[in-house]
């Protein structure tokens, strides 16, 4: 955090226990009084405080605020062609009621399919380029979710949601 030296009286910090370094303040604040008029406003009191983002997502992830998903994922969208068919799709499966996530930054195939990995879901569902122009998705069983068969499939995105429908458990 940055200093609390323009605060007057009272000052406050956020201390994060699960933050093991002497940069363990999450955030902190304190009162203004006199600080306008020492800028040449009327006298006004005041009261602020600032939090470190990075550090209190930190803290909460390290104290267990997260949890685990409410909801396991069954599929993880991969979409290596960067476009806006990866929301559509996420936005389909889980409209059809099957619990879907995707990677949200534009990141590599290799560090979309980690994601896929971590995340327990049964397939990856693979959109490339050559996918998106004929109008299919590659269906690839995810390590560890459907026995020892890994072999990926492409398939038309029509028969996508009701080929999960019937081998996904309900």
Do not use: W
Not at 41 to 63: K, M, N
Not at 83 to 102: K, M, N, V
Request: aromatic letters at 6%.
């Amino acid at each position: 955090m940055r200093g609390l030296d323009y605060y007057r009286k009272t000052t406050f910090e956020f201390i994060g226990a699960a933050l093991e370094s002497s940069q363990n303040a999450v955030g902190g604040g304190g009162r203004y009084d006199g600080l306008v008029e020492d800028l040449g406003g009327p006298s006004t009191p005041g009261i602020g405080f600032a939090l470190g983002v990075d550090r209190t997502l930190l803290e909460c992830d390290a104290e267990g605020v997260f949890g685990a998903p409410a909801t396991p994922v069954s599929v993880f969208v991969v979409d290596v062609t960067g476009g806006a068919e990866a929301l559509t799709l996420t936005h389909d499966l889980r409209s059809a009621g099957i619990a879907s996530d995707r990677a949200y930054e534009g990141r590599s195939m290799k560090s979309q399919m980690k994601a896929a990995d971590r995340s327990g879901a049964t397939f990856a569902i693979i959109i490339g380029g050559d996918e998106l122009a004929s109008g299919a998705v590659t269906v690839r069983p995810l390590a560890g979710q459907v026995g020892d068969d890994r072999t990926q499939s492409t398939i038309p995105r029509t028969e996508l949601i009701p080929m999960l429908k019937r081998v996904l458990p309900s």
